[in-house]
């Protein structure tokens, strides 16, 4: 059962990720003043899997100079790496439940490095090794300001179980930790490489960034994985901070809305310079969440004491 249960959602993951793509392309086409995709069924609802079978069927090239191995599997990695996460989906039949699942989170986010890292670094080009070492600091310097921010709401919470959020949310975290709050959205954004903290992916300085060298099932690999973090940030968001509870279908329309955040920051906000990026994280982001989460302790403390 367990099994049969983690890849029956695995299988609805895959099916959204379709559908968030064509919610994407129509949000982005309304702002822009067009349609977007509407002529592949009705409305365009098939245009997912149209796109699907296309990138699939289409010819896998492999540049001459790249190193093989590497650059064959670390799509395959960064792929495998997002079926994982989705382990830690809450369930509350209990069908599986992780005592330490925001630690396995964490871990989960650190090993995505690797996989821009490898595929970057095997394509053996210029761009791609520019797009993978953005990346990668990127990645790395918003890992740690993003910690702290989970440090300071699992203080409430009593537990690294995210089940622990179910029941001890008895008013969103979004209200008690205001400021935390964009902060996390902030990080989610420049964890997943989106837009306006997209500098792996930088199409006006570095064509396609890490993946330029990818074609067929290789990119729609890097694609899927991409897509399928994105949807499981918002799931952690609403998860932390909206409440999370699982039984109500406003779980999942919350889920739905953080979505169509992500997208319409993408269509409103230009990219922003690669130092001021940095900046964010380490001059704005992690003082301040440090300062949040002393101040937390010093407050559990006096409520223990008293």
Known sequence: MYLINYLLLLLLIL???????????????????????????????LQPFSDGIKLFFSEQNYPLMSNFVFYYLSPVFMLILSFVLWLLMPQVINVYSFDFGILFFMLCTGLGVYGVMLSGWSSNSKYAMLGCLRSVAQT????????????????FTFGFNLIGFMIYQYTWFMFFFFPLFYCWLSSCLAETNRSPFDFAEGESELVSGFNVEYSGAGFSFIFLSEYMNIIFMSFMTVILFMGCNLLSLFFYIMVVMVLFWFIWVRGTLPRFRYDKLMYLTWKSFLPLSLNIFMLNCMFLVIMVGM
Do not use: H
Request: proline share 2%; with cysteine; aromatic share 8%.
């Open 15 to 45: 099916v959204s990720v379709g559908f968030v793509t064509l919610l994407e392309r129509k949000v982005l086409g309304y702002m822009q003043i067009r349609k977007g995709p509407n002529k592949v069924g009705f409305m365009g609802l």
């Open 140 to 155: 790395v310097s918003y890992e740690v300001s993003m910690a702290m921010i989970i440090l300071c709401v699992l203080i």
